[in-house]
């Protein structure tokens, strides 16, 4: 179902804000001061802004916005509403600079920070969501890495302190711009037919990636990876482990592959090559949080771009994030 932009949400603050208090206090105002529910009366008046409560229980004023991405926030609500909407149905993300035109803000440095906060409210931690280990019996998990840009560091020997394999003479091309040399770390986890989880990591050894497979797949899952050595072993903890010869130009055989962690990879590459550019690496796990979330609500497992954006919307909630803390101020972290 395509979004209707025309709707009043996206060019009206008091819509914009009823469409959040229906999705964020589906039973009633809930006061974020004391927690009590549905006991708040709506201050009315020119005295008083616009969506403005007063808690019975606690006597304090409250409005939707307060612990969200959106508090004290000085763009209006209803750009907030639809730059959420424009990057849930974005497969490949818009830009800053595209929102920036599109929403009319201020500044470029606006837009971004209004991104950034828009790919907190993304952030579905599986775990914090319950949904516990990804697979189970019968079901398939792909596990792959990929490296993606250079670090801000670069150093002129590996991790393990050798140093990097010159190229061949006769063959120019071969280990330049290969491999890890220097390059951000990330590694995937995909179940066959459901959701993603990705990881950027530092180094992308076998016991960092061991670690990962481990906590997030369900022992009982069939795992699927290239013959990578950080995944030896693995046969040994899960129902089987399955893997397919990329240097022999093996991509399928039967039903073992890693295509879909490699799609996932294609998707997030183009994106951030084609849309955003450049990305700081202390930026990358929530640009790559950014993708997972449209992965992992991808209309093949029956959402749309409304359903994207009222999960996105409801993300916001406890979720408080600003540009540099004040000081003595101890809390969640700054973009």
């Known amino acids: 179902m395509a979004t209707d932009l025309t709707h009043p949400m996206f060019h009206n603050n008091d819509a914009a804000r009823a469409h959040l208090e229906k999705l964020l206090w589906p039973e009633g105002?809930?006061?974020?001061?004391?927690?009590?529910?549905?006991?708040?009366?709506?201050?009315?008046g020119k005295s008083h802004r616009p969506g403005l409560y007063n808690c019975r229980a606690c006597a304090q004023p409250f409005t939707v916005t307060i612990g969200t991405i959106f508090e004290d926030s000085k763009i209006a609500l209803h750009k907030w509403v639809m730059g959420m909407h424009l990057m849930a149905a974005s497969k490949k993300g818009i830009s800053a600079v595209q929102l920036q035109r599109m929403l009319g803000l201020g500044s470029y440095r606006t837009a971004w920070?209004?991104?950034?906060?828009?790919?907190e409210a993304l952030n579905m931690d599986p775990m914090e969501q319950g949904r516990g280990q990804m697979g189970g019996k019968g079901k398939v998990v792909e596990a792959d890495e990929t490296y993606f840009g250079k670090v801000e560091n670069p150093s002129d020997v590996r991790k393990d302190g050798k140093p990097f394999a010159a190229s061949n003479p006769k063959h120019p091309r071969r280990g330049v711009n290969r491999g890890p040399a220097n390059k951000r770390s990330v590694v995937a986890l995909v179940e066959r037919g459901g959701s993603a989880r990705?990881?950027?990591?530092?180094?992308?050894?076998?016991?960092?990636?061991?670690?990962?497979?481990?906590?997030n797949v369900h022992p009982e899952s069939r795992l699927h990876t290239d013959e990578s050595h950080l995944y030896k072993g693995s046969g040994q903890i899960f129902e089987a482990h399955e893997t397919v010869n990329h240097g022999r130009k093996e991509y399928a055989r039967g039903d073992v592959t890693s295509n879909s962690a490699e799609g996932f990879f294609s998707v997030f590459k183009r994106g951030m090559t084609g849309v955003y550019q450049h990305c700081g690496e202390k930026y990358l796990q929530r640009y790559l949080t950014e993708f997972e979330f449209r992965h992992n609500t991808r209309s093949k497992l029956g959402f749309n771009d409304d359903d994207r954006a009222q999960l996105a919307i409801k993300g916001a909630?406890?979720?408080?994030?600003?540009?540099?803390q004040p000081k003595?101020?101890?809390?969640?972290?700054?973009?």
């Open 29 to 44: 105002p809930v006061c974020p001061h004391c927690g009590v529910c549905d006991e708040a009366t709506l201050m009315k």
């Open 113 to 119: 920070f209004m991104a950034m906060r828009i790919r």
């Open 198 to 215: 990705t990881f950027h990591v530092a180094n992308a050894d076998k016991a960092t990636v061991a670690k990962i497979v481990m906590e």
């Open 317 to 324: 909630a406890g979720k408080r994030l600003v540009m540099r």
């Open 328 to 335: 003595g101020f101890k809390g969640p972290a700054t973009a």
